[in-house]
Nanobody, 123 residues
Framework: QVQLVESGGGLVQAGGSLRLSCAAS????????RAWFRQAPGKEREFVAS????????YYQDSVKGRFTISRSNAMNTVYLQMNGLKPEDTAVYYC????????????????WGQGTQVTVSS
């Protein structure tokens, strides 16, 4: 059974940092691209960052460039999101996702999803 489990969310003050982790199990994900999406209350789910299975390509939403860094460990079937310089507008539920295709920015391109972890940034 495939499972993606996120961790690392929480409450932080503006300007602070958090590191999200997502561990996948149930199959070999070494050739899967990985991504983070987020969804704020009353808003659509939006792309945050993605990384190719090799780690050689990364993509970011413009609003997080220079503040967030996505990375992965194929050996551990994990993906990480280091978030620095957090802003109140980063408040959302963050979801990890894995894709056998490329590191697309489109949610429909992902095959497996985690349950989400809440990130709340206070001003």
């Amino acid at each position: 059974q495939v499972q993606l489990v996120e961790s690392g969310g929480g409450l932080v003050q503006a300007g602070g940092s958090l590191r999200l982790s997502c561990a996948a199990s149930g199959r070999d994900f070494s050739r899967y691209a990985r991504a983070w999406f987020r969804q704020a209350p009353g808003k659509e789910r939006e792309f945050v960052a993605s990384i190719s299975w090799s780690g050689g390509s990364t993509y970011y939403q413009d609003s997080v460039k220079g503040r967030f860094t996505i990375s992965r460990s194929n050996a551990m079937n994990t993906v990480y999101l280091q978030m620095n310089g957090l802003k109140p507008e980063d408040t959302a539920v963050y979801y990890c996702a894995f894709s056998l295709g490329g590191p697309t920015t489109q949610a429909r391109g992902y095959d497996y999803w985690g349950q989400g972890t809440q990130v709340t940034v206070s001003s």
